[in-house]
Each structure stands twice: as structure tokens, then as C-alpha cells.
């Protein structure tokens, strides 16, 4: 199972289109590359299910990237991906008018490979990925059918109790919980509960999740929570 991000990157120059391509994969994302308008257009009918957030220069053959961000816009399923422009035009109305069409971000050319990659992630951290019974923040992405957790395309290992926290504090990210609450959430999985048992659980959770274990926050005399300066930031 496939729980990478996915980025459709449309870039007509073949050299810098191959860099950030080849930087975002290295760095856990999946890309779909286009260099022309059309083949945009058709990789975003055959993959609406999966794309996450769409990187558009403007000036490609074919279609350019204004005609793209409006074939998004009026998408039915893709109608509110994150839009970026990265561009080598820096005039002030071409940023308007790609704002105005709905871009979400503007990055002038030349950008370093760096730079773009950060404002990938802070634009996908404002919005949970949610596609059917699955939900994701940061690199770390549950579906609840299954009851499956994964980090950066790897499955964790997590107990019925551990998944059942992630999974409360994900559909809930603006939601603090206080001991007694969680508590009462989990006892259903357990015979023998204890007054610790809460933070034992949150700990081995955050272990598991490890470099995304900040994500599960102590607020100190409410309880425990999403961090939601990482999440939803």
C-alpha cells in the first residue's frame, strides 16, 4: 500500500524539471512530471484519486499554467489541491493573476531545490490529506478500515489501544483531552486500567512514530492533544 504524497509537477524545461523531480522522490514524495499542457491534463484525470498538491510553471507549451490551475479549480475531485506557481516571470500582475485563478503560493525562479521543498510541506501541513477512509499529517497517515498506521511509506506496528489514540487525536486536531477522557475511550480495550496507563500509551505511540512523535503533545494541566503548531501550521 502506497501512502507516499503525491506531487504533479508541471515543467518545460528538461534539466530543472529532472532536479526537483528527482529531489522531492529522494525526500519521500511520489512526482508525476509534465512538460507539456496536454500531458498535465491527462495525468491529472488518471490520477486525481492520489495527487496532493500541484507545482505549475507558467509558460509551457500546449496549455499553460493558468489554464492548468483553472482545469484544477473546476476539478470535481481535485477542486481544492494546493496550488503553487514556481516561475521564472516576476512581474507583479502574473502573481496576481495566478492568485486571482486560486493559487495557494507564488515562488519566483530561480528557487532553491530546498526552498521549494519547504514550501511543499507547509503547504500540505495546512491541509490533512483525506481521501476516503484515510487521513494524514505530516508523514504519518492512518486508515481506519484497516486500522493501519504508515510513516513515510513504512506500516507501524501499532497495538488496537495506540491506533485508537492516533485516530482520536487525528480526526480531532484542534480537540485537548484530558486523562479522564482518554481514559474512558480506551477502556473498553482493557480489563486493568491504571492511573499511568494513559501516559504509558502515549508514550510507546510516540516512540513508534518516532521523528513525528512531537506530534502527540503534553498540554500541561489539560492533557494530551495534536500538536497543533505542527499540524496545522
Given amino acids: 500500500m502506497n501512502f ?3 506531487i504533479l ?7 530543472p524539471a529532472d532536479m526537483l523531480s528527482n529531489y522531492l522522490e529522494m525526500h519521500g514524495y511520489e512526482v508525476l512530471l509534465a512538460m507539456e499542457g496536454n500531458r498535465a491534463l491527462k495525468l491529472i484525470d488518471e490520477h ?49 493573476a495566478g492568485l486571482d485563478l486560486g493559487a495557494d503560493d ?20 495546512r491541509r490533512p490529506r483525506e481521501k476516503g477512509n484515510w487521513l494524514a499529517y ?10 493501519e498506521a504508515w510513516q513515510n511509506g513504512e506500516k507501524i506496528e501499532l497495538t488496537t489501544t495506540e491506533f485508537k489514540l492516533l485516530k482520536l487525536f487525528f480526526e480531532n486536531p484542534k480537540r485537548v483531552y484530558t486523562r479522564q477522557e482518554i481514559l ?3 477502556t473498553d480495550e482493557e480489563k486493568y486500567v491504571f492511573d499511568r496507563t494513559v501516559d504509558v500509551h502515549i508514550k510507546n505511540l510516540r516512540l513508534k512514530l518516532r521523528d513525528d512523535g512531537e ?19
Wanted: include cysteine; hydrophobic fraction near 40%.
Fill in 4 to 6: 507516499k504524497r503525491t
Fill in 215 to 233: 506530534l502527540i503533545k503534553t498540554y500541561r494541566g489539560m492533557g494530551y492533544g495534536l500538536n497543533k503548531e505542527l499540524a496545522l501550521t
Fill in 48 to 96: 486525481a484519486q492520489s495527487i496532493d498538491l500541484a507545482i505549475l510553471d507558467i509558460m509551457v507549451p500546449e496549455k499553460d499554467g493558468y489554464e492548468i490551475c483553472q482545469y484544477l479549480r473546476s476539478h470535481p475531485v481535485l477542486s481544492d489541491v494546493p496550488v503553487i506557481f514556481l516561475t521564472a516571470k516576476d512581474k507583479e500582475k502574473d502573481e496576481i
Fill in 106 to 125: 507564488y515562488i519566483p525562479k530561480p528557487a532553491s531545490l530546498n526552498l521549494v521543498k519547504a514550501h511543499v510541506e507547509s503547504m500540505l501541513r
Fill in 138 to 147: 505530516r508523514n504519518v497517515y492512518i486508515t481506519s478500515d484497516s486500522m
Fill in 9 to 15: 509537477l508541471v515543467e518545460d524545461e528538461a534539466e
Fill in 184 to 186: 474512558e475511550y480506551i
